[in-house]
């Protein structure tokens, strides 16, 4: 059965979402900008979303988790929530 760990950054829009892409691709730290920034209560570990399997996260959010490079910083990812940088931790198929 296919499983993923990601850690994410969540944000209310698309603008604050790509900076803050642009620093971590810039070389920031992903925990550090998701401690500062996520209005996700996981922000506090880091933006860290634990092991889950498909279905268990909206649509968006899946699609990117169980087809994206791992380790690759991706986004932003629209859901009802705002908006999301993604990073895949690890994934199995």
Not at 50 to 68: A, L, Y
Request: charged residues 25%; aromatic residues 6%; glycine residues 10%.
């Amino acid at each position: 059965m296919k499983k993923a760990s990601a850690r994410h950054i969540l944000v209310p829009d698309e603008t604050s979402c790509t900076k803050l892409k642009n620093q971590i691709e810039a070389g920031e730290d992903f925990a550090e900008v998701a401690k500062q920034h996520s209005k996700c209560p996981s922000g506090k570990q880091g933006g860290a979303l634990g092991e889950f399997s498909p279905g268990q996260m909206v649509r968006e959010f899946d699609e990117v988790v169980f087809s994206g490079d791992v380790g690759k910083v991706l986004g932003p990812v629209k859901t009802q929530f705002g908006y999301h940088l993604i990073e895949i931790t690890q994934r199995t198929d």
